[in-house]
């Protein structure tokens, strides 16, 4: 299961909001998503995040500037 985090939600809100091309900034973030969604299927994907503070595995992906 992924579970997008309000600060991330936040920022990706902001991100559209702060941009000068608006629907430039929502496609960019239309395909960060999509990559992101990627994990269902490839477990794998990016690498281990350590995090002492949640009992779940967390992984982090890289996508161009985010």
């Known amino acids: ?6 600060n991330a939600v936040t920022n990706m ?10 629907q ?5 973030m239309i395909k960060l998503v999509d990559y992101v969604e990627n994990l ?3 477990k ?3 690498k281990d ?3 002492t503070m949640f ?3 967390l992984r ?4 161009k500037k985010h």
Do not use: C, R, V
Not at 1 to 6: F, G, P, Q, T
Not at 16 to 22: D, G, Q, W, Y
Not at 24 to 28: E, G, I, N, R, S
Not at 60 to 63: D, E, F, K, S
């Open 49 to 51: 995040f350590e995090n």
């Open 13 to 22: 809100t902001e991100f559209i909001s702060n941009s000068l091309n608006k």
């Open 1 to 6: 299961m992924l579970i997008w985090s309000d």
């Open 40 to 42: 269902k299927e490839m």
């Open 24 to 28: 430039k900034a929502q496609d960019y």
């Open 55 to 57: 009992n779940y595995k």
């Open 60 to 63: 982090q992906l890289i996508y």
């Open 44 to 46: 794998k994907l990016g």
